[in-house]
């Protein structure tokens, strides 16, 4: 059992930046990719950025591609996405998650381990 604990959100103006954190209580976190997706009320739960276990190889939503880079620190059990020029539309809940395997998997049900979730809230 892995337990993953999200922070770093907060209220930004539109345009402005943010890094969320994710924390890994195993060491095993070595061994899985990490995932962040984000969810609206109403709406699915959906992904936004994958990074696989070495921080070699990364995959993201289309709609974050060039403004939002995720990396890792394993020596830190933790997964980071800096998120820059942000929008309204980027204001939601951001979860982490961790998977084995690709990071081209984007569906939730693909990822094992999901943290509380940290609010992200992007004023116009």
């Known amino acids: 059992q892995v337990q993953l604990v999200e922070s770093g959100g907060g209220l930004v103006q539109t345009g402005g930046s943010l890094r969320l954190s994710c924390a890994a209580s195993?060491?095993?976190?070595?061994?899985?990719?990490m995932g962040w997706f984000r969810q609206t009320p109403g709406k699915e739960r959906e992904f936004v950025a994958a990074?696989?276990?070495?921080?070699?190889?990364?995959h993201y939503a289309d709609s974050v591609k060039g403004r939002f880079t995720i990396s890792r620190d394993n020596a830190k059990n933790t997964v980071y996405l800096q998120m820059n020029t942000l929008k309204p539309e980027d204001t939601a809940v951001y979860y982490c998650?961790?998977?084995?395997?690709?990071?081209?998997?984007?569906?939730?049900?693909?990822?094992?381990?999901w943290g509380q979730g940290t609010q992200v809230t992007v004023s116009s």
């Open positions: 998650a961790a998977r084995s395997g690709s990071v081209q998997v984007v569906v939730t049900t693909g990822y094992y381990y």
């Open positions: 195993q060491r095993t976190f070595l061994s899985y990719t």
């Open positions: 990074i696989d276990w070495s921080g070699a190889s990364t």
